[in-house]
């Protein structure tokens, strides 16, 4: 079943409130903030508020804050490289199941991929040689595709190569 809801004092930013309660001036403004999922926007006020309070424990629950904001940053930085190689290891299964087909374009698939690559290569070369505007988003994603392409291409041809000296 789905993960019990846990009540907001016992939560890990509700302990940080309570603490910080006779401190943060807009309390109303953070519960609110909360109860409508605007986490950032709760921390950002309990901050602001800590950063310009004159009480002694301030800097203390400051010091709290931010380090327990740095322990979920790499909470998260941890939970996304992980979808990496989880999706990076899916694709690498995919183009090897490809190359166990009987279809000329799954087996040839790659070749013309890098081909594509290096043929756009050439065709952005000369549109910068030109000075062309070209959008940023299209160097982005042209950047990210060709980047996969060419990867996957040399990284499963030494795969393969490998796999094939093993068997023989």
């Known amino acids: 079943m ?5 009540a907001f004092k016992e939560t890990l930013f509700g302990k940080i409130v309570n ?53 979920i940053e ?8 992980e979808e990496f190689v989880v999706a990076e290891t899916n694709t690498t299964k995919r183009w090897e199941a490809d190359m166990h087909s009987d279809s000329w374009l799954s087996k040839n698939i790659r070749p013309l991929g890098m081909s594509w690559v290096l043929i756009m290569t050439t065709i952005l070369l000369v549109v910068a040689w030109f000075k062309v505007e070209t959008p940023e988003a299209v160097l982005m994603m042209f950047g990210g595709l060709s ?7 040399y ?3 030494t795969v393969e190569k490998r796999n094939t000296k093993k068997y023989k």
């Open 2 to 6: 789905g993960k019990e809801k846990k």
């Open 19 to 71: 603490k910080a309660g006779g401190i943060v001036k807009d309390l109303p403004k953070v519960v609110g903030q909360v109860a409508a999922g605007n986490y950032i926007g709760a921390i950002a006020t309990v901050a602001g508020d800590l950063a310009s309070s004159d009480s002694p424990e301030a800097p203390a629950i400051l010091n709290e804050l931010t380090l327990k904001m740095a322990e």
């Open 74 to 81: 790499l909470e998260l930085a941890k939970i996304e490289l």
């Open 147 to 153: 980047t996969s392409i060419t990867g996957g291409y």
């Open 155 to 157: 990284v499963l041809r």
